[in-house]
Every structure is written in C-alpha cells, then in structure tokens.
C-alpha cells in the first residue's frame, strides 16, 4: 500500500543551525503537502507543492518537490526556538486521501 | 471565526464502552476528516466525507462508525472501545476536493482506554 516515508525521526540542533527533513513515498504524488505540529498543538499547514522539481521558500524555510513527484525536503536556515515541533510532510495520489509521514521531531537547543 | 471545534478534548473510558469524539465547523466546508496520532506512526485516516451523507473508510476504519447528516458536523464512534484505540484523535475539514486542500485540524481529543 501506499507508504510515505519521513527521517529523521527526531532532531535535536544548536540554535543557528541548519535543519533538514526528508520525505519519501513508494508511489509518485500528485502533490505534497508540509505541516507543523507544535508540542502539545494541532497540525497546522505550510505549504503545498504539486510541480515537478517545485521548489517554494517561506523565509527562513526552504521546501523542494522532486523531479520524479516522490520526494520531498523542508530545510531550515538558521534555527530558532520558535522553529521547535513535529514537521510532517502528507502525499496525496489523487484520491481523498492524505498519507502522512511519521514526522520529525525538532528539539532547538538555546 | 469559532473554526473546528472537537469535543470532548480529554475522554477516559472502559474497555468495551462506546465513545463518541464530536467535530463541528463552522466554514462549511465540503470534505472532513478523522485522523488518529500515535507516536511512530504519524496521522492515519480512519474516516473521511465528501459532504453531508457521503463517508468512506480510511486505512485505520475496523471499530469505528462515522455519520454525517448536517454538513458542519462529524461524529466519529468507537462501538466497543479497545485499549489499542487509546490515541490523540484529530478532526480535519478543507474547503477543496481530493487531496490539493489545506488541512484544517481541530485542537484534538485525548482518548485513554483502561
């Protein structure tokens, strides 16, 4: 069935590091979407990419679709405390379904 | 703008009882979710609508019922609640079909089974 594959599980960085999190799906996507779940908080959405090799930028965040629609990154410049949580990528195929990843838990260390 | 509200947030229950998790929005929105968290596996659908009388099964749908009859309005039902049911349970709602929607989630309802 369909998977949707996300590493790290967790991360723990220095304040002003970089951070990253992959995501990868057995099955091509008809788009991608990213979300932030604060500790103790609900899912809330990022931002979506549906292009092939699609990149997106949010500041200090950098999201890239692969060309092959079966991967996907979130990058992180220069952490902060705020950037603290679970990121979790969601591939959709088309149907009404989301499959989200397992998340990665971000720990940013002061 | 109450948004999606969930109902109750913290539930204790007995194994074998039935438990009803309320969802309600206030958008009008087309398609609702139910989404279940436990830790290493991320969210996993369990039910989701496409409007009013229109439900279909996730990957996670055994031991639980939905229904929809008013739009704004998604129970999700565990008939006979079992300790593996024991999770945070997310409602979600988007305004677009398929799966090019933003999700918008509830704040979540804690269910512990003894």
């Known amino acids: 069935g369909q998977q949707v594959m996300q590493i790290p599980q967790y991360q723990h960085v220095q304040e002003g590091e970089d951070f990253t999190t992959y995501c990868n799906s057995s099955t091509t996507l008809s788009n991608i979407q990213w979300y932030k779940q604060r500790p103790g908080g609900h899912p809330v959405f990022l931002i979506q990419?549906?292009?092939?090799?699609e990149v997106k930028k949010q500041k200090r965040l950098t999201f890239q679709f692969g060309e092959a629609k079966k991967n996907s990154s979130l990058h992180i410049t220069a952490t902060q405390t705020t950037d603290v949580g679970t990121y979790f990528c969601a591939g959709g195929t088309g149907a009404n379904n989301l499959f989200f990843g397992t998340g990665t838990r971000l720990t940013v260390i002061p | 703008d109450a948004g999606i509200t969930q109902s109750p947030r913290y539930k204790i229950t007995e194994t074998g009882r039935q438990v009803t998790l309320m969802c309600h929005q206030t958008?009008?929105?087309?398609?609702m979710f139910w989404y279940r968290q436990d830790l290493g596996h991320g969210l996993r659908l369990i039910y989701y609508?496409?409007?009013?009388?229109?439900?279909d099964k996730g990957e996670v749908s055994d031991g639980y019922v939905v229904s929809r009859s008013k739009t704004e309005n998604f129970p999700l039902t565990l008939e006979s609640a079992t300790r593996s049911q024991t999770s945070v349970y997310f409602c979600?709602?988007?305004?677009?079909?398929?799966?090019?929607?933003?999700?918008?989630f509830g704040e979540g309802s804690r269910l512990t089974v003894l």
């Open positions: 958008w009008s929105h087309s398609y």
């Open positions: 990419l549906v292009k092939s090799g």
């Open positions: 979600a709602s988007t305004g677009r079909g398929g799966t090019t929607g933003e999700l918008f």
């Open positions: 609508s496409a409007a009013a009388d229109i439900t």
